[in-house]
């Protein structure tokens, strides 16, 4: 495999021209450092821009503005094939009337190199990405999964510094999904290629990433690693939309040393805080439902609205003092089960719960 690489963007803008004359900006001056080696994933919403920085690093889209690096090289006047980068796309796009061996080995044909080598290396990319002894079969005598494995050995054979993901899961079913991207995650680790992943799946994110970028229209909220991004999400967009949060209104008493006690409830609440805050303030708790527990005793009084039976969970919508909360107890066969109606207290972990304005 050849030498992985950084990657860089600075200032990063692309307008389009829309109804009228409009102008729609899709990226809005976004700048970011990737790491040789690194496994980041740009997550958000549909429309948010993360599919469109992708494609201006594999060079399929121009930037209106900003400069992006590979390694040292700025590439932005280099053409797709002249960047050291290969995409792996979210409809495979194999060619229907070539078999295995020979989607895989397409690009190094092109790169003219000996038949030898070419066979070498094919046989090396089956054997990394399972799929040894289907060299012959054609794309559509195989499963979803495997044509999907068959689009990711065609990228690393040509041994790109970069590696390129374009919702790649999103056709496969849920629990296929789950198996590719385990699939993914260890070939990326084994490879050490840079890689960059482009999804609306939160899940699919926690699990592959080092490191998470969550945009919204056009900009960056929030960079971080899966567990940043989740326990201390910046915004309330972030914290809404990395798993369920409960956002909850809170009152700031006092900030000192940084620790804030805050009001929540009726009830006073400290913990280390970097949210800046000043006493009297308003802000905002972020309570995932995992961190909530109900009991007969405690210093929060609420209703249950739902109660759902899930298996490895029970999870129950709660009404406390009009605000409604949702609250998720793991391995609830050996629990007390709280049915619709119940009059019930809430308890709080509050090393867990998160502050922000």
């Known amino acids: ?71 040292s090289d700025n590439v932005n006047s280099l053409t797709p094939d002249k960047r050291d980068t290969a995409m792996v796309f979210q409809s495979y796009a194999l060619f229907p009337h070539l078999n295995l061996f020979n989607n895989i080995a397409y690009g190094l044909k092109i790169k003219n190199l000996p038949k030898d080598i070419i066979k070498r ?13 289907m060299e012959n079969r054609a794309p559509n005598q195989l499963s979803g999964g495997q044509q999907q494995r ?46 960059i992943y482009v999804t609306h799946d939160q ?24 567990r940043e991004i989740y326990a201390k999400p910046a915004t309330a967009f972030v914290a809404d939309f990395i798993g369920i949060a409960n956002i909850v209104p809170a009152k700031v008493i006092e900030r000192t040393d940084g ?8 009830i006073t609440c400290s913990k280390p805080s970097t949210c800046l805050v000043q006493s009297g303030d308003d802000c905002n708790v972020v309570l995932r ?8 005793t405690g210093e929060i009084k609420a209703t249950v609205t739902s109660s759902v039976f899930m298996g490895e969970s029970q999870d129950y919508t709660i009404d406390v003092q009009g605000l409604s909360l949702e609250v998720k107890e793991y391995n609830p066969c050996n629990k007390e089960i709280f049915a619709a109606g119940s009059e019930i207290f809430l308890s709080i972990d509050k090393l867990s719960m998160h502050i922000i304005k």
């Open 1 to 71: 495999m050849a030498q992985t690489k950084s990657v860089q963007v600075e200032n990063l803008e692309k307008i389009y021209s829309g109804h009228e004359g409009k102008q729609i900006v899709a990226v809005n001056k976004v700048s970011l450092n990737i790491n040789p080696g690194e496994f980041v994933t740009l997550l958000g919403p549909s429309g948010c821009g993360k599919t469109t920085i992708l494609r201006m690093i594999a060079g399929f889209e121009i930037p209106t503005a900003g400069n992006v690096f590979i390694g």
């Open 121 to 133: 290396k094919v046989s090396d990319i089956l054997s990394l990405v399972g799929l040894e002894g």
């Open 150 to 195: 068959v689009a990711l050995a065609r990228a690393l054979v040509m041994e790109p510094a970069v590696l390129l993901f374009d919702e790649p899961l999103s056709n496969l079913d849920a629990k296929l999904r789950v198996y590719m991207r385990n699939e993914i995650h260890k070939i990326q680790r084994k490879v050490g290629i840079t890689s």
């Open 203 to 226: 899940a699919e994110a926690m699990s592959l990433s080092d490191k998470i970028i969550v945009m919204r229209q056009g900009n960056i909220e929030q960079i971080g690693t899966p």
């Open 259 to 266: 620790i804030t006690t805050i009001s929540l409830f009726g």
């Open 289 to 296: 439902p995992e961190s909530l527990t109900l009991g007969h």
